[in-house]
């Protein structure tokens, strides 16, 4: 029964104050840009700080592969010479990988525009315009909130 209900629910349509909905899809932006202010300035902390520790340890491996590779060329015989590669490896490429936080201002400005140059008093909305518009639910927001809360309890 509560599957019947949902789908009923999903199919059915509502009927809006156009006002209202450009301040609620307004308000949702105002927050979403704050988010992600937040999570940008803890993603430029962390960044740094792990760029920092990835120079310093590159720096660590560094000395060690030129010592133990200048020891290795001073004592090369004929023979090792023989066998030496054309290249040396002083240190393997290093990565730093973070997911950066994405901006979604653009989908608030869409929608509020289509609200603002509609003409009528009311709008229709379905239910995943309603859901997205009114309820701040987006495909995308599931994702947005892990990377705010993760970067945004960075400092």
């Known amino acids: 029964m509560a599957t019947i209900a949902r789908q009923d629910q999903q199919s059915r349509k509502v009927e809006v104050d156009r006002v209202k909905l450009i ?5 949702n932006k105002q927050k979403h840009v704050a988010e992600y202010d937040a999570a940008i300035k803890g993603y430029k902390s962390e960044l740094l700080e792990r760029l920092n520790k990835s ?5 660590k491996t560094l000395k060690k592969n030129f010592t133990k590779i200048k020891n290795q060329v001073s004592n090369l ?14 240190i393997d490429e290093i990565y730093i990988h973070m997911q950066k936080p994405r901006s979604y201002e ?3 400005d869409v929608a509020i525009d289509m609200m603002t140059w509609d003409v009528r008093d009311t709008v229709e909305l379905t239910y995943a315009e309603f859901t997205c518009f009114i309820n701040d639910d987006w495909s995308w927001k599931s994702d947005f909130k892990k990377l705010h809360k993760m970067y945004s309890s960075v400092d």
């Open 23 to 27: 301040e609620k899809l307004t308000e």
């Open 55 to 59: 120079y310093n340890e590159a720096k």
């Open 77 to 90: 015989s004929e023979e090792d010479i023989e066998n030496q590669s054309d290249s040396v490896c002083f």
């Open 106 to 108: 653009k989908e608030y």
